[in-house]
Nanobody
């Protein structure tokens, strides 16, 4: 019930912007949204999250200073801007939302009920 887009193959140092939208009746503008990634050889990592309305965000230390999460509730979209991409950022990126309203957000995948199918990001020269 969530749909990610924007994944592509880019060279190291490049940038991408991922988008997340609700495809069904998930009230995305009323929900925190998390971004997760599944990288080769690793488990799912909570990359970033953003609260529904307060502007509160979290970013993993591994992407701090390079990735920025934002949202446009008028459009029902959540974004993950990724700059200075590295080979270790390669993976499948997912957005997710809980089925209840929460204060703030957390990068704990157990919190989230709705998931997208993922969009693939490949960083390679």
């Amino acid at each position: 019930q969530l749909v990610e887009s924007g994944g592509a193959q880019v060279q190291p140092g490049g940038s991408l912007r991922l988008s997340c939208a609700a495809s069904g009746d998930v009230p995305l503008d009323q929900r925190a949204v998390g971004w997760f990634r599944q990288t080769p050889g690793k488990g799912r990592e909570g990359v970033s999250c953003i609260a529904a309305r307060s502007g509160y965000t979290e970013v993993a230390a591994s992407v701090q200073g390079r990735f920025t999460v934002s949202r446009d509730n008028t459009k029902g979209l959540v974004y993950l801007q990724m700059n200075d991409l590295r080979s270790e950022d390669t993976g499948v990126y997912f957005c997710a939302a809980p089925n209840i309203r929460i204060a703030g957000c957390r990068r704990d995948e157990g919190l989230y009920d709705y998931w997208g199918q993922g969009t693939r990001v490949t960083v390679s020269s």
